[in-house]
């Protein structure tokens, strides 16, 4: 919005030319989005309290997650106030690629609240079945999908790193894949937020490492330089990267060990289908996955417990998702929590390197 009002005034005063720039729209809508969170973050909690919206905790889970009934849940709803507000502030409101994907965030995080209000208010552990989830999710993933699809200026070609003349031709697959990829994420997403801050850490590198992606992806020059397929319009995707990056990281201020509140599936299903959004329309799918391999992990853990319990008979792991595993090993939630984020900054890294060794 600001784009729109003040970029016009540069030709009175060449200050506001610099509302042109991605750069400094991305770097505003990052500060707005954690001054968002850190202003209306206690009020919400307190609103979260008052509405008695208390984690339920499980019995069969780990012993040393029953000190956290109670804890307020649906925290999720500060997260994609402290998204959508800085990217409709600082984005450019003709981008139909940041539209996409702010919409798809609200969205799956609708879905999100709906199952967290029948579990937390209406007490009723069950929440969504997992079958109206998936079918909900399924449904907006594959309209986003179409949209990209026939929005789209670049072939549908699915991109590998590494290997930049490598491409598959996906055509009209295109559509199913790309829903794939999003309802997977926002899963993936879900089942790693299980821990303090756990899912946040790797959103916060994840979304960082797809704002450079977005903005060379959309920059004619430097998407040539370095033989990237060049999206017109993705550069404006980094204003929206900036925001659920600095979301996160303004949420983590109050998810942290020991958490005052947890996100939700509000939170986590809209943050997974962020990332998977942003991916999509970069062509960066296979980049998602290496970026996001704690989600992938976490994810993986569980179908290898769940497969291998109704094959054998015998679990893997001593719980899954992983992180339970390695808390029923004897490690401090701290512990797995922070080696879990130093993992995924090194994924990070390793994904930012693959822009050079094309
Ligand atoms: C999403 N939800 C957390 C919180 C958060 C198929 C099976 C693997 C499903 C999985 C499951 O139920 N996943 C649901 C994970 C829950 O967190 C809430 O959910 C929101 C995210 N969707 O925002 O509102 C619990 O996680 C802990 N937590 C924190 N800090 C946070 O910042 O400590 C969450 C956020 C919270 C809190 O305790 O209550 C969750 O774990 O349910 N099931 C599981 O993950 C269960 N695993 C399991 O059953 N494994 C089996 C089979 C099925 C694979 C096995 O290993 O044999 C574990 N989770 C629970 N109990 N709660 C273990 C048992």
Redesign the pocket.
């Known amino acids: 919005m600001l784009f729109h009002f003040l970029y016009p005034l540069h030709v009175k005063h060449t200050f506001f030319n610099v509302f042109k720039y991605i750069t400094f729209r991305t770097f505003g809508a990052s500060i707005t989005s954690v001054l968002l969170c850190m202003l209306i973050g206690p009020a919400y909690i307190r609103f979260l309290q008052r509405k008695q919206m208390g984690?339920?905790?499980?019995e069969?889970?780990?012993k040393t997650?029953l000190l956290?009934k109670g804890?307020p849940?649906?925290?999720?709803g500060l997260i994609l106030l402290a998204i959508v507000i800085p990217t409709l502030l600082w984005s450019d409101l003709t981008n139909k690629n940041m539209w996409v994907a702010v919409l798809v965030t609200l969205l799956f995080g609708v879905i999100?609240y709906i199952d967290?209000y029948r579990k937390?208010v209406k007490k009723n552990p069950k929440g969504l079945s997992g079958k109206q989830k998936l079918l909900s999710q399924t449904l907006v993933a594959l309209a986003a999908a179409y949209f990209i699809y026939v929005m789209r200026d670049t072939p549908p070609v699915l991109k590998f790193p590494f290997f930049k003349e490598w491409s598959f031709y996906l055509g009209p697959f295109f559509v199913p894949f790309a829903a794939f990829v999003i309802v997977g994420c926002s899963n993936a997403v879900?089942?790693?937020?299980?821990?303090?801050?756990?899912?946040?850490g790797p959103t916060i590198t994840t979304s960082a490492t797809f704002l450079i992606l977005a903005y060379c992806a959309g920059h004619v020059k430097i998407a040539e330089y370095l033989q990237i397929p060049y999206i017109f319009g993705a550069g404006e995707l980094a204003v929206f990267c900036g925001a659920v990056a600095a979301s996160c990281l303004g949420f983590l201020w109050f998810?942290t060990?020991p958490?005052q509140?947890?996100?939700?599936?509000v939170?986590?299903?809209a943050l997974g289908a962020a990332l998977a959004v942003v991916a999509v329309i970069t062509k960066n799918e296979i980049l998602l996955a290496l970026c996001g391999g704690i989600f992938v992990i976490e994810a993986l853990s569980?179908m290898a417990?769940?497969v291998s319990?109704k094959m054998t008979g015998k679990?893997v792991?001593?719980?899954?998702?992983i992180h339970?595993?390695f808390e029923l090993k004897g490690w401090a939630?701290p512990k797995v929590i922070v080696r879990f984020w130093i993992i995924s900054i090194l994924l990070a890294l390793i994904t930012l390197s693959t822009l050079k060794l094309r």
Do not use: C, W
């Not at 792991?317 to 998702?321: D, E, G």
């Open positions: 984690q339920a905790i499980r069969d889970g780990p997650h956290k804890t849940t649906m925290g999720g999100g967290d937390v879900n089942l790693t937020d299980g821990l303090d801050g756990l899912a946040v998810n060990y958490a509140v947890f996100m939700g599936d939170g986590s299903l569980v417990q769940v319990f679990r792991l001593k719980m899954a998702p339970h595993h939630e």
